[in-house]
């Protein structure tokens, strides 16, 4: 039985032990990455001097509006995050601490990890022509789209992809632009067939899109949820599930007709 004189000391022995843990485990890395806003790209515009968006083989018209895809931007696979790190971005709207094998696949190299992002990019780019050729029932043996856009990996551009090949030959059907002259942001994979999946991130992206100038983002309907949990002030989401819904969506929002909203 301890006294009122040693009950204090034997507490504070005992908590040696508890602080040293806390000082290990706030310089030991963490198996997570943190994520941030990244950069946004006017698909229907140029990158590093070249067109985006090319096609020929057939009539293109002048676009005057923005279709911006969006990214998002994760400290490195082999990166070591520590916990100081982890709980600033749990405190942070900008910031969101992610599992690292969420992100990565476990076990790859950084340059691993490239050249798979790499491989999704392309495969999403040919996904996205051949969606928007189907959807314009335009020839892919008489019609050829080239896509470039450098330093950016991933599936999540292939719906604004889509959308600028379709604003790039037929706009909204009537002449005008399918973005009806808005800078319009967004995120979604898409398939052949025009189908739009969910991509992460979208929280961070809407603040990429918001800080470059867009008022409108379409989104994934299936993470609704997500993005409108840090929706910045002033950008209206539209959530979408295939190509040619989002097409009718944005002809209705020029039209000022009924557009689905989250």
Same mark, same amino acid.
């Given at each position: 039985?301890?006294?009122?004189?040693?009950?204090? @000391?034997?507490?504070? +022995?005992?908590?040696?032990?508890?602080?040293? +843990?806390?000082?290990?485990?706030?310089?030991?890395?963490?198996?997570?990455? &943190?994520?941030?806003?990244?950069?946004?790209?006017?698909?229907?515009?140029?990158?590093?001097?070249?067109?985006?968006?090319?096609?020929?083989?057939?009539?293109?018209?002048?676009?005057?509006?923005?279709?911006?895809?969006?990214?998002? &931007?994760?400290?490195?696979?082999?990166?070591?995050v520590d916990l100081g790190e982890v709980v600033d971005g749990w405190f942070r709207t900008d910031r969101a601490v992610l599992p690292r094998d969420a992100v990565y696949p476990a076990g790859k190299s950084d340059q691993e990890v490239e050249r798979h992002n790499t491989a999704d990019m392309e495969e999403s780019q040919?996904?996205?022509?051949?969606?928007?050729?189907?959807?314009?029932?335009?020839?892919?043996?008489?019609?050829?789209?080239?896509?470039?856009?450098?330093?950016?990996?991933?599936?999540?551009?292939?719906?604004?992809?889509?959308?600028?090949?379709?604003?790039?030959?037929?706009?909204?059907?009537?002449?005008?632009?399918?973005?009806?002259? @808005?800078?319009?942001?967004?995120?979604?994979?898409?398939?052949?067939?025009?189908?739009?999946?969910? &991509?992460?991130? &979208?929280?961070?992206?809407?603040?990429?899109?918001? @800080?470059?100038?867009?008022?409108?983002?379409?989104?994934?309907?299936?993470?609704?949820?997500?993005?409108?949990?840090?929706?910045?002030?002033? +950008?209206?989401?539209?959530?979408?599930?295939?190509?040619?819904?989002?097409?009718?969506?944005?002809?209705? +929002?020029? @039209?000022?007709?009924?557009?689905?909203?989250?």
């Amino acid at each position: 039985m301890f006294s009122s004189l040693t009950r204090p @000391r034997a507490l504070a +022995l005992s908590a040696v032990p508890v602080v040293a +843990l806390l000082a290990v485990v706030g310089f030991a890395p963490l198996p997570f990455v &943190v994520a941030q806003p990244g950069g946004t790209a006017d698909v229907l515009g140029e990158d590093r001097g070249k067109q985006i968006i090319t096609v020929t083989g057939a009539p293109t018209r002048r676009t005057e509006g923005q279709l911006r895809m969006t990214t998002i &931007v994760a400290s490195g696979p082999s990166v070591d995050v520590d916990l100081g790190e982890v709980v600033d971005g749990w405190f942070r709207t900008d910031r969101a601490v992610l599992p690292r094998d969420a992100v990565y696949p476990a076990g790859k190299s950084d340059q691993e990890v490239e050249r798979h992002n790499t491989a999704d990019m392309e495969e999403s780019q040919d996904d996205a022509t051949r969606a928007a050729l189907a959807y314009l029932d335009e020839d892919p043996a008489k019609v050829e789209v080239s896509l470039h856009l450098a330093d950016v990996g991933g599936p999540s551009a292939g719906l604004l992809f889509a959308l600028g090949i379709v604003d790039k030959l037929d706009g909204d059907g009537s002449g005008g632009d399918l973005t009806g002259g @808005r800078t319009i942001a967004g995120t979604g994979t898409i398939t052949p067939e025009g189908e739009v999946g969910p &991509v992460g991130g &979208v929280s961070l992206k809407t603040q990429a899109a918001k @800080r470059d100038g867009a008022t409108v983002f379409l989104v994934p309907e299936a993470e609704c949820a997500d993005a409108q949990a840090e929706l910045p002030e002033g +950008l209206r989401l539209i959530p979408v599930t295939t190509l040619e819904g989002t097409v009718e969506s944005l002809r209705a +929002l020029q @039209r000022g007709g009924k557009v689905p909203t989250c």
